[in-house]
């Protein structure tokens, strides 16, 4: 339903309601406190795009995070950050 290839930031889920998930091996973000300053940013810029890109799709869903932690997201080796824990986000139908 949200496929990375058109940009969600979700881990590759497989098998039955999405119980098994495959995904390449991440950084929490708590390993990034102590990077220079230009990394740190670039990660709150994700952070903050990924919020609202959440609450505006073409779907006509808006998803919400109901609980922040900071060991919900991770990154990869090319610094993109991705949604690791996502038993935090409700959805809502925008059409019913």
Avoid at 27 to 35: C, G, M
Avoid at 53 to 78: A, K, P
Avoid at 79 to 93: A, E, L, N, Q
């Amino acid at each position: 339903m949200f496929p990375g290839t058109e940009g969600w930031p979700f881990l590759r889920y497989h098998g039955s309601c999405g119980r098994m998930m495959v995904w390449a091996g991440s950084k929490p973000l708590r390993s990034l406190f102590s990077s220079p300053l230009e990394r740190r940013a670039d990660i709150a810029y994700q952070l903050l795009h990924i919020t609202q890109s959440l609450s505006s799709n073409s779907l006509q869903f808006s998803l919400f995070y109901t609980r922040v932690s900071e060991d919900m997201f991770g990154t990869l080796d090319d610094s993109r950050v991705f949604i690791v824990d996502t038993s935090t986000i409700g959805i809502v139908d925008l059409q019913e």
